[in-house]
């Protein structure tokens, strides 16, 4: 078999990108030629992660099936979050732990996906079930993707087999997981220099809901006010990518890592569902969301069941 691609979604964080380069480690450790690629720019915090463990970042790509017979999707099911060519290439594995949604083959595959807070958690286990040692600089990267997910294990998708994995990945890695963390929280949560657009496309993820297609962005800060301070330039840009790609919903979900809690920011035709979803109270198109900062397990659910009414 000719080159396997490994990538998780576009607009890629720290999950996609250490998860990618930790299994295509292991697929070539197990013989197959596999390379992790990006489908999407580097974040702040990931760049961290990668420094710190001494890793460049994977390659970026816009279309995989013209450079491989098969791919493997790490963090990631959804075909409008894949590659733009994903029907158009044998997809062999996927390894994931959110819902699965418009995903289908025509082939068998591999597919492993669990109810747990990163994908490095599953990819600890595969390591594990193969026989492989994790060496420490993977060891580092596999940590920080379950930090980031969990927002330093604070997040309700903190599971107890991502508390195990942590705990031997940071072992493996010799780092102190609560220090390391927060360093890498924080190299992340400086939004102040952002573009408008950096800030819109850093973690946002499309989906579809009750026949509407929806764009959940998030963005994690230790201050509010740096994403506010220019509310109105952003409305006028998400009004904008809500005409050109016909959505119904726009949320912005900004993150507070300090007081665990989102204020989002909600435009669209469905923004008053949205909000009322979740029974909250929207004033010039903000909504305070209380103790919410996971997308994957506290707002996902909740606009899928509220917007497929």
Known sequence: MSKVLVFGHKNPDTDSITSAIAYAHLKNELGMEAEAVRLGEVNDETAY???????????PVKLVAGEADGVILVDHNEFQQSADDIADVK?????????????????????R?????????ILNKLYKENGIG???????LMLSAIISDSLLFKS?????????????LAEIAGVNAEEYGLAMLKAGADLSKKTLEELVNMDAKEFEMGGK?????????????DVLSRKKELEDLLYRVIAERELGLYML?????????????????????ACGAFNVPMEDNLAVLKGIVSRKKQIVPVLTEALSK
């Open 213 to 225: 297609k929806v764009v959940i962005a998030q963005v994690n800060t230790v201050d509010i006010h």
């Open 113 to 121: 996906a669990e109810p747990v807070g990163c994908t490095a958690t």
């Open 91 to 111: 997809i062999l594995e996927v390894v994931d732990h959110h819902r699965i949604a418009n995903f289908e083959t025509a082939d068998p595959l591999y597919y």
């Open 49 to 59: 992660a990668l420094e710190k463990f001494g890793f460049e970042a994977p390659r």
């Open 134 to 140: 994790i060496p420490a600089e993977i060891a580092g």
């Open 156 to 168: 309700p998708t903190f599971t107890g087999e991502d508390r195990k994995a942590a705990d031997e």
């Open 253 to 273: 979900a900004i993150t507070d890592i300090l007081n665990n809690d989102s204020t989002v920011l909600v435009l669209g035709s469905e923004a008053q569902a």
